[in-house]
């Protein structure tokens, strides 16, 4: 059974640091990964999806990079802002290909101005 | 809006009722998906739907829960005798699978609570 562990559970931090924000996961026969964002009481919002055959993918001030050999992946984020306050999830896609993603608890992250 | 679109955003229900919820994919994707996702937690897979095929479902569907995706299109998820365990959001997500890659787009998702 694939399990999916976020660390830290949450980061608070002054504005303009860089940030990495680790996942791992148990099982390394996945498929894609994707990140997302969730803001408090809403629906989680895509930020990166790196493909099977990838090893990173950049948008922005963000960058993933996925080493499944290892079961990890993660998440850069540069010069953070305040409107980065969210919760972060990693989704590892299960290996049968359904588009299936599990996810951990994420991690919480507050920017302070 | 081309986003994934969900109804109701909120209910409040009384334990033994019924409910159903509304998912109404961004057009054209073939895949959908509910998740259910309790507080401080990640979303947990419940079942997925390519065009109108339920492919997968959870053992935490259980059988006082029934997903349909009737043409294809937009999908329901009812929740029968609801007790207060079920309270939580329920997440809708589709995807448009080319190949084997398909990213996933969610909803706001309805948040349900039973009294």
């Known amino acids: 059974k694939q399990e999916v562990t976020q660390i830290p559970a949450a980061l608070s931090v002054p504005e303009g640091e860089n940030l990495v924000l680790n996942c791992s996961f148990t099982d390394s026969a996945i498929y894609n990964l994707q990140w997302f964002r969730q803001d408090p009481g809403k629906g989680l919002t895509s930020l990166l999806l790196?493909?099977?055959?990838?090893r990173e993918q950049t948008s922005g001030r963000l960058n993933a990079s996925l080493d499944k050999s290892s079961g990890r992946s993660t998440l850069y984020i540069a010069a953070s802002q305040p409107g980065d306050s969210a919760t972060y999830l990693c989704?590892?896609?299960?290996?049968?290909?359904?588009?299936?993603?599990?996810f951990g608890q994420g991690t919480t992250l507050q920017v302070k101005p | 809006d081309t986003g994934v679109s969900q109804n109701p955003r909120h209910k409040i229900t009384k334990r033994g009722q019924n409910v159903t919820f509304r998912c109404d994919p961004i057009s054209e994707h073939n895949r959908l998906y509910w998740y259910r996702q309790t507080l401080g937690q990640g979303p947990e897979f419940l079942t997925y739907?390519?065009?109108?095929?339920?492919?997968?479902k959870s053992r935490l569907l259980s059988d006082r829960f029934s997903a349909e995706r009737p043409k294809g299109s937009f999908s329901t998820l009812e929740i029968q005798r609801t007790e207060q365990g079920d309270s939580a959001m329920y997440l809708c997500?589709?995807?448009?699978?080319?190949?084997?890659?398909?990213?996933?787009?969610f909803g706001e998702g309805s948040r349900l609570t039973v009294l």
């Open positions: 989704g590892p896609e299960a290996s049968s290909n359904t588009g299936k993603l599990i």
């Open positions: 997500a589709s995807s448009l699978v080319s190949g084997q890659i398909g990213e996933l787009f």
């Open positions: 790196i493909q099977s055959s990838q």
């Open positions: 739907f390519q065009n109108e095929a339920q492919l997968e």
